[in-house]
Nanobody
Framework: QVHLVESGGGLVQAGDSLRLSCTAS????????MGWFRQAPGKEREFLGG??????????LDSVKGRFTISRDNADNAVYVYLQMDRLKPEDTAVYLC??????????????????WGQGTQVTVSS
């Protein structure tokens, strides 16, 4: 059963912006911290940013601060988490994954064993 669905990836040029979306259609995710990771070929998965259950606390990987912004919408029918990526660079090329954990943002920040993962969306930035 697929719980988190990412969308919005694609091929862009360096300097462009892209907005990724993660949809959690089960309302239980209202109580989950949610965030974004990425994994490039031959590299380990890395935490990019996350937001707590109500969206009032966020944390980011230092190297993307100022370029990437996370937001969430706990809507009536689903939970949506967005990753706005600006001034993209070729080194941002990776599979981007949405994640959720009931224990809180600190689990995501520490790249722990989170409860749920999405299947990922490919982002490719050409130079």
């Amino acid at each position: 059963q697929v719980h988190l669905v990412e969308s919005g990836g694609g091929l862009v040029q360096a300097g462009d912006s892209l907005r990724l979306s993660c949809t959690a259609s089960e309302l239980l995710f209202v109580n989950y911290a949610m965030g974004w990771f990425r994994q490039a070929p031959g590299k380990e998965r890395e935490f990019l940013g996350g937001v707590n259950w109500n969206g009032d606390t966020a944390d980011y990987l230092d190297s993307v601060k100022g370029r990437f912004t996370i937001s969430r919408d706990n809507a009536d029918n689903a939970v949506y988490v967005y990753l706005q990526m600006d001034r993209l660079k070729p080194e941002d090329t990776a599979v981007y994954l949405c994640a959720a954990d009931i224990r809180g943002l600190h689990i995501l920040v520490n790249n722990g064993q989170v409860d749920y993962w999405g299947q990922g969306t490919q982002v490719t930035v050409s130079s």
